[in-house]
């Protein structure tokens, strides 16, 4: 089969906290006010991405892994993963502040849920002044006084707040606390994996009236109580070619800042390749089909391919790689 540049349906998630930047601003069908989410690609259970152009049209991305598995995914990729996608991709915006949680790691993931982990990376699109992250402690914490200060309704006080501005890029280990700040719009590269432990929700209610979940105790054995700055990722941004941003086990991205066309040679590479436009647009190409790719959209390119061309005078892309 030749494997063409896949685009699929995106799979909007209303959320508590969500706004409606994902139409406004990345041009998503939403009709909600409090669309948070938008998953680009997934194979998660029940949130399985069907393919929105060409000849195969209609079929799920895990329909497409369990016949083309290595022209697809690359033999290397099937080797580690089987026939599970490996990566979860996804637009976010955050009209409210999200709850504060973490993510287990492998390990835990595993013993507890048999899941894998969520190591995960953010791309900052879009923020309104004065928008904020939270990521981490401001000091090193000890579990007992992590502890009371749940108990007291005093976590805030033991967070670190960063200030945030486009193209900022922050790099998310499992265990580290973190949430997304009111007015913040961006983009997602994740583990596959849902499994999130909230730890605090600002005592807001749902639609219901009701008080959402929290995971207090099972977080305990989960949080990094130290503190660090390894969370700010800094990256070169030369224009027209490849700037690295993150490479970790799970996956590598890199920034491509193009005024200009760019053709790569990938045929080394036995791993699939995303794109993720982040700004402006271009015409995408691989040795079998072409198509189109704007704002707010994400194209898959199977991993059979040997080149790759991107045809633009303007565009922000994020590349992603196993």
Same mark, same amino acid.
Request: proline share 2%; with cysteine; net charge negative.
């Given at each position: 089969?030749?494997?063409?540049?896949?685009?699929?349906?995106?799979?909007?998630?209303?959320?508590?906290?969500? &706004?409606?930047? @994902?139409?406004?601003?990345? /041009? +998503?069908?939403?009709?909600?006010?409090?669309?948070? #989410? !938008?998953? %680009?690609?997934?194979?998660?259970?029940?949130?399985?991405?069907?393919?929105?152009?060409?000849?195969?049209?209609?079929?799920?991305?895990?329909?497409?892994?369990?016949?083309?598995?290595?022209?697809?995914?690359?033999?290397?990729?099937?080797?580690?993963?089987?026939?599970?996608?490996?990566?979860?991709?996804?637009?976010?915006?955050?009209?409210?502040?999200?709850?504060?949680?973490?993510?287990?790691?492998?390990?835990?993931?595993?013993?507890?849920?048999?899941?894998?982990?969520?190591?995960?990376?953010?791309?900052?699109?879009?923020?309104?002044? &004065?928008?904020? @992250?939270?990521?981490?402690? /401001? +000091?090193?914490?000890?579990?007992?006084?992590?502890? #009371? !200060?749940? %108990?007291?309704?005093?976590?805030?006080?033991?967070?670190?707040?960063?200030?945030?501005?486009?193209?900022?890029?922050?790099?998310?280990?499992?265990?580290?606390?973190?949430?997304?700040?009111?007015?913040?719009?961006?983009?997602?590269?994740?583990?596959?994996?849902?499994?999130?432990?909230?730890?605090?929700?600002?005592?807001?209610?749902?639609?219901?009236?009701?008080?959402?979940?929290?995971?207090?105790?099972?977080?305990?054995?989960?949080?990094?109580?130290?503190?660090?700055?390894?969370?700010?990722?800094?990256?070169?941004?030369?224009?027209?070619?490849?700037?690295?941003?993150?490479?970790?086990?799970?996956?590598?991205?890199?920034?491509?800042?193009?005024?200009?066309?760019?053709?790569?040679?990938?045929?080394?590479?036995?791993?699939?390749?995303?794109?993720?436009?982040?700004?402006?647009?271009?015409?995408?190409?691989?040795?079998?089909?072409?198509?189109?790719?704007?704002?707010?959209?994400?194209?898959?390119?199977?991993?059979?391919?040997?080149?790759?061309?991107?045809?633009?005078?303007?565009?922000?892309?994020?590349?992603?790689?196993?």
């Amino acid at each position: 089969m030749n494997l063409y540049p896949l685009k699929f349906e995106p799979i909007l998630k209303e959320r508590l906290w969500g &706004g409606t930047k @994902l139409k406004e601003v990345l /041009n +998503k069908s939403i009709e909600s006010d409090i669309t948070g #989410e !938008s998953w %680009e690609l997934s194979t998660v259970k029940g949130d399985v991405s069907v393919v929105a152009n060409g000849d195969l049209k209609g079929n799920s991305l895990q329909d497409l892994i369990n016949e083309y598995e290595d022209l697809l995914l690359g033999e290397s990729i099937v080797q580690r993963f089987g026939r599970e996608f490996p990566i979860l991709i996804k637009f976010i915006d955050a009209k409210q502040d999200l709850s504060i949680q973490l993510h287990p790691n492998d390990q835990l993931a595993k013993e507890r849920h048999d899941s894998f982990g969520k190591t995960e990376m953010w791309y900052i699109m879009d923020a309104d002044p &004065g928008s904020n @992250l939270i990521v981490g402690f /401001n +000091k090193d914490v000890k579990k007992e006084e992590y502890k #009371e !200060s749940v %108990e007291n309704d005093t976590l805030l006080d033991l967070l670190n707040y960063e200030a945030v501005e486009e193209g900022d890029t922050f790099f998310i280990n499992t265990g580290k606390i973190h949430a997304i700040g009111a007015g913040v719009l961006l983009a997602e590269i994740q583990q596959t994996s849902d499994v999130t432990y909230r730890i605090f929700d600002f005592n807001r209610r749902d639609k219901n009236g009701n008080l959402r979940e929290l995971h207090t105790d099972m977080a305990l054995e989960a949080i990094d109580y130290s503190k660090k700055d390894d969370f700010k990722v800094n990256y070169e941004r030369k224009i027209n070619q490849s700037n690295q941003m993150v490479d970790c086990p799970y996956f590598k991205t890199n920034a491509l800042h193009l005024t200009e066309n760019l053709i790569q040679d990938i045929k080394t590479r036995d791993s699939f390749t995303i794109l993720m436009c982040v700004k402006g647009g271009a015409n995408i190409a691989n040795d079998y089909g072409t198509c189109e790719i704007e704002k707010g959209e994400t194209v898959l390119i199977p991993a059979s391919s040997s080149t790759l061309e991107i045809i633009t005078n303007s565009a922000h892309l994020l590349e992603v790689t196993i």
